[in-house]
């Protein structure tokens, strides 16, 4: 396969991952409110646990050919995942005055996401 068809494949899966980061953090601040970045905390947690149960999934039990590594990895679950986001919104908390905020924002995120990714390898063994 040649680069031009790999970047086809990452553009794609970087499209439907973008896409559905957008869609996921709009329906979660709508619901929950913005005061505190939940949003960022539910696609780091289960883009962690998409990215554990693909990698596991891929390297344990299967055989992903190059197109899905390259689409679902590499192209969806680095598009979807927010860890820029997550370091911003960090920072603003902090910077309003908001250091306990900032902190549980760090906390969630890193054990949460954490935990995402050891139940996505878990699942993985189920599967």
Do not use: C, H
């Not at 590594?69 to 910077?95: D, K």
């Amino acid at each position: 396969m040649g680069p031009l068809a790999k970047t086809i494949w990452v553009g794609l899966g970087g499209f439907l991952g973008a896409n559905a980061r957008y869609w996921l953090g709009g329906w979660v601040a709508q619901r929950y409110g913005t005061q505190f970045p939940w949003g960022t905390l539910v696609i780091n947690v289960s883009g962690s646990f998409v990215l554990g149960l693909i990698m596991a999934l891929g390297t344990d039990r299967f055989s992903l050919p190059l197109q899905a590594r390259l689409l679902l990895p590499i192209g969806f679950v680095g598009a979807y995942t927010t860890f820029s986001t997550f370091e911003y919104e960090t920072l603003s908390l902090a910077q309003d005055a908001s250091l306990l905020l900032a902190l549980g924002n760090v906390a969630g995120s890193v054990t949460l996401g954490f935990l995402g990714v050891w139940l996505g390898v878990q699942a993985a063994k189920l599967l």
